[in-house]
């Protein structure tokens, strides 16, 4: 049940695809807390999405920008401006692609120039989103941005392949620009480390069914879900996480803290019989 915890803030949710993606949870999870959003995409995934739908279903307008184009950025976050009548509270970073991955090439023998792709289209854009508000001076005092990221930038997990890398690069540059925008400004930089999510995107990784299986049986409390993620997202929003800022946030039902569970033991034991 809606609490109104982002009443009367604004903020730009970024990669919004379709209704199994944390950035459309998180959209409608925002505009059912109080917020008025603006909604963006590269201009590829609004002709190939439905972010159409979602922009009616949250009374949002819609505005194409490419993250890895600077100037695409500058004009969206004046255009979010007049939108919303002045500066923005939040923005969620939910924009990630591997060339290499969706080719299916391994990361031994990654393809360098789609590693350049990956990097730039999946963490730089983060710093790119960061450097573009900080320069038009978009966002409140207490303003709040999170990007989403993966356990895999700390732990291998070979079908992530050089996904792994940008989200390791993403999280440094949350902590980089969180202490500067933090001094600055008093905008928080976050970064949420979900749990395997069936979505789009997620789904594309391979064996990711498999691995969903196994997360589920290693985690406590199980699998976080795409709309549990939203949540979280918009508790990193509200007022109530002022002082957290720099942080990789493990949002994951306990997996990443967990050695190995009975479940899996007991699932071992059987295969060995």
Known sequence: MPHQLLKGKKGIIFGA?????IAWKTALAAVAEGAEITLSNAPIA???GKINELAKQCNAEVIAADA???A???ALMAKAMEIHGGKIDFILHSI???PNVRKNISYTASNHENFLKTLDISALSLHRVLQSAMKADALNEWGSVVAL????AQRTFPGYNDMADAKAVLESIARSFGY???FAKKVRVNTISQSPTITTAGSGVAGFDAFFDYAEKMSPLGNASAEECANFCIMLFSDYTRRVTMQNLFHDGGFSFTGVSSQII???MTKEQ
């Open 17 to 21: 695809l379709d209704e199994r993606s």
């Open 46 to 48: 609004l002709r190939m």
């Open 68 to 70: 890895t184009v600077d």
């Open 72 to 74: 695409d950025l500058d």
């Open 96 to 98: 990630g692609m591997s």
């Open 149 to 152: 990221s993966y356990i895999a």
């Open 180 to 182: 500067h925008y933090g």
């Open 266 to 268: 007991e699932q071992m």
